[in-house]
Nanobody
Framework: QVQLVESGGGLVQAGGSLRLSCAASGSISRVNIMGWYRQAVGKQRDMVAT???????TYADSVKGRFTISRGNAKNTIYLQMNSLKPEDTAVHYCNGRHGWFEEYNYWGQGTQVTVSS
């Protein structure tokens, strides 16, 4: 059992910044890749950024150069620093944890809303 709890969403103007946090607890050995996904109203859920236990990061093309995913060292927490936000970034953002080898280990947080106004 793995629990993921997101925080940090909110309303910002275009060009502004937000930092999302995700705290993982439980059987965290079942997770070696964590990431952020987002889903806008009426659209599918898409990957935003991922980070492995080894620190390898992956970003969606739409956020490269603007967003940074990182992992906290003191505890099982990841962050998504979002800069130069655009209205098209508006979505519910979900934290995800999974295992690259054991595909049955795949966990989701409850989501946090990010809204970017023009």
């Amino acid at each position: 059992q793995v629990q993921l709890v997101e925080s940090g969403g909110g309303l910002v103007q275009a060009g502004g910044s937000l930092r999302l946090s995700c705290a993982a607890s439980g059987s965290i050995s079942r997770v070696n890749i964590m990431g952020w996904y987002r889903q806008a109203v009426g659209k599918q859920r898409d990957m935003v950024a991922t980070i492995t236990n080894g620190g390898t990061t992956t970003y969606a093309d739409s956020v490269k150069g603007r967003f940074t995913i990182s992992r906290g060292n003191a505890k099982n927490t990841i962050y998504l620093q979002m800069n130069s936000l655009k209205p098209e970034d508006t979505a519910v953002h979900y934290c995800n944890g999974r295992h690259g080898w054991f595909e049955e280990y795949n966990y989701w947080g409850q989501g946090t809303q990010v809204t970017v106004s023009s």
